[in-house]
T-cell receptor, first 112, second 115 residues
Framework: LAKTTQPISMDSYEGQEVNITCSHN???????ITWYQQFPSQGPRFIIQ???TKVTNEVASLFIPADRKSSTLSLPRVSLSDTAVYYC?????????????FGSGTRLLVRP | ETGVTQTPRHLVMGMTNKKSLKCEQH?????MYWYKQSAKKPLELMFV???????ENNSVPSRFSPECPNSSHLFLHLHTLQPEDSALYLC??????????????FGPGTRLTVL
């Protein structure tokens, strides 16, 4: 199963763009890259998912280079409420289930 | 509000007690999951159910016993737990467990403390 590596923590200020990079060197051909956000004492929440190139939604953008060995989550103009843990996940099929592997995540702190 | 509810939100139990955690999803999904999140550790997948059938058991000790009576409800029965089982137990659901576009919707979790 592919594993991910991402920074343990990041600091930012309100209004800035935040880019969190994740490496997944042994990503398999059929793996997707998914990002989740988790606030304290809550379950994770899906942010964005992609396979290659760039994906954008109302919350974030996800950049995936051609070799797919890394990905970057971009949060435009963060606010205090974006303070959370961000997980980069690479899933894989195990038997009949597509399994998501959660790592330790990146703890983002947004300061005023 | 994610459409996935869990009860109770907090639970304190002794090692000899028997208790159950309940999860209900109102999203019409077919797959449900139990995860464990211990302090300073990544989320660990425990069980996967797809169309009420258990498709994965991640080497979870038998003191944790899941039950899925239908696609909307999932239980985790607990008995003779250990203090190291204290954690946040999260339930999630998705359309199908075999789908790579597998956005999982998580409940708020049950904070379990074993004394």
């Amino acid at each position: 199963l592919a594993k991910t590596t991402q920074p343990i923590s990041m600091d930012s200020y309100e209004g800035q763009e935040v880019n969190i990079t994740c490496s997944h060197n042994n990503i398999a051909t059929n793996d997707y890259i998914t990002w989740y956000q988790q606030f304290p004492s809550q379950g994770p929440r899906f942010i964005i998912q992609g396979y290659k190139t760039k994906v954008t939604n109302e919350v974030a953008s996800l950049f995936i280079p051609a070799d797919r060995k890394s990905s970057t989550l971009s949060l435009p103009r963060v606010s205090l409420s974006d303070t959370a843990v961000y997980y980069c996940l690479v899933g894989d099929y195990v038997d009949s289930s597509y399994k998501l592997i959660f790592g330790s995540g990146t703890r983002l702190l947004v300061r005023p | 509000e994610t459409g996935v509810t869990q009860t109770p939100r907090h639970l304190v139990m002794g090692m000899t007690n028997k208790k159950s955690l309940k999860c209900e999803q109102h999203l019409g999904h077919n797959a449900m999951y139990w995860y464990k999140q211990s302090a300073k550790k990544p989320l660990e997948l425990m069980f996967v159910y797809n169309f009420k059938e258990q498709t994965e058991n991640n080497s979870v000790p038998s003191r944790f016993s899941p039950e899925c009576p239908n696609s909307s409800h999932l239980f985790l029965h607990l008995h003779t737990l250990q203090p190291e089982d204290s954690a946040l137990y999260l339930c999630a659901s998705s359309q199908m467990s075999s789908d790579p576009y597998n956005e999982q919707f998580f409940g708020p979790g049950t904070r379990l403390t074993v004394l």
